[in-house]
């Protein structure tokens, strides 16, 4: 049974991620306990709200450094909906630049949509290869609630690393990505913890992935 740390730094859907991993067999502790982060199989870092006010809590409990720490090592670490874009390193909301934890370069900014925020279900364009959505068919539709996205991938390509994935998915005709995976860091900008049965085989991939 995989041991999984879902981070507390006061944001997010903690005890929702928390079911939904339990469903899925994993054995699913909530904390921000620095030595439980670091030893546990798998991370995943939640988030909802602004920008600014996940990386502030972020911050406070020094999630940064315990994610590049994970990192560093090879850990699998999972990003949620805000959880993955304090993976980039900008958000700007209400005119408001904050700095995020730059393992990708990039920017957090509002759709521009006729419509927003973009909250229901919808689905995604997986790239061929990808072990998130592995299993899964093309027409899957996930959870979303979000009126800020990273709305251009703009990690350089190199010969010497392999490239991540990128998925995406549109809202309103404005193109955002949906989730990326990149060695052992992986995120998404949907829920999968409210995304049902999809959600939960979307985890399962994530568990086996390093399990």
Request: glycine share 14%; charged share 20%.
């Amino acid at each position: 049974m995989a041991r999984v740390v879902v981070l507390d730094y006061g944001s997010g859907n903690l005890r929702s991620a928390e079911r939904a991993l339990q469903r899925v067999g994993a054995d699913v502790e909530v904390t921000s306990d620095h030595r439980a982060v670091l030893d546990a199989d798998g991370l995943v870092v939640p988030g909802v709200g602004a920008y600014a006010a996940c990386m502030e809590g972020l911050n406070a409990v020094k999630g940064g450094l315990l994610i590049g720490r994970r990192l560093a090592g090879g850990r699998p670490v999972l990003g949620i909906c805000v959880g993955m874009q304090i993976l980039f390193a900008h958000g700007i909301e209400h005119g408001v630049d904050t700095e995020g934890c730059g393992e990708w370069p990039g920017t957090v900014e509002r759709l521009e949509a006729p419509i927003v925020p973009h909250m229901g279900w919808n689905t995604v364009q997986a790239p061929e290869g990808s072990g998130l959505f592995a299993g899964l068919d093309p027409d899957t539709r996930f959870y979303f609630v979000h009126s800020y996205g990273v709305r251009r991938w703009e990690l350089e390509q190199s010969d010497a690393l392999r490239a991540p994935l990128v998925t995406w998915s549109e809202h309103g005709g404005d193109r955002f990505v949906a989730a990326v995976e990149n060695g052992p860091l992986w995120a998404t900008q949907f829920h999968p913890e409210k995304s049902g049965d999809a959600g939960a085989h979307l985890l399962e991939n994530w568990l086996k992935s390093f399990a």
